[in-house]
């Protein structure tokens, strides 16, 4: 089993297996508005991240590639889902786990490195389709 194989494995179970976990878990919590935001917060993007994952298909790559142009779906608004809703997912997740300082730290660490690879992702995908990427790029945003 490859790298990308691997990773691909990972990005389409981890969030599954999130929603498990936090559907389970939830039913011996006391709750609290913290906890009920990131709750929602978690599975509505774990939910999204799946469904970009899916849509992404055989194109997903740890690093940055350029096998096809993948532009229907969520990713006809956003060039970029699965780094987009893995960071709310995430810290939603360590919110509803009441793990606040955790949840700021890893924006802090995450939103410029999210940032930085889709700045490397989209240079290879310039690289390979041109004006066909800059267009898709002028219509979606991240």
């Known amino acids: 089993m490859t790298r990308e194989q691997r990773g691909a494995i990972i990005v389409t179970v981890a969030p599954i297996v999130l929603i498990g976990f936090l ?4 039913m011996g919590v006391t709750w609290d508005l913290p906890r009920a935001l990131g709750f929602a917060f978690a599975i509505v993007f774990l ?17 940055p590639q350029a096998r096809a142009l993948v532009t229907t779906g969520l990713y006809s608004r956003i060039r970029n889902p699965v780094y987009v809703f893995s960071t709310p997912a995430i810290a939603g997740f360590l919110v509803y786990l009441h793990y ?16 930085l690879r889709a700045r490397a992702e989209a240079r290879v995908l310039e690289a390979k389709f041109g004006d066909q990427y800059r267009n ?3 219509k979606t945003w991240f």
Request: hydrophobic share 60%; proline share 2%; aromatic share 12%.
């Open 136 to 138: 898709y790029r002028a």
């Open 47 to 63: 939910v999204l991240l799946t469904i970009a994952r899916i849509q992404l298909g055989t194109n997903f790559s740890v690093t």
């Open 100 to 115: 606040f300082r955790g949840a700021l730290l890893f924006l802090a660490v995450i939103i410029p490195i999210q940032w």
């Open 23 to 26: 559907i389970n878990h939830a």
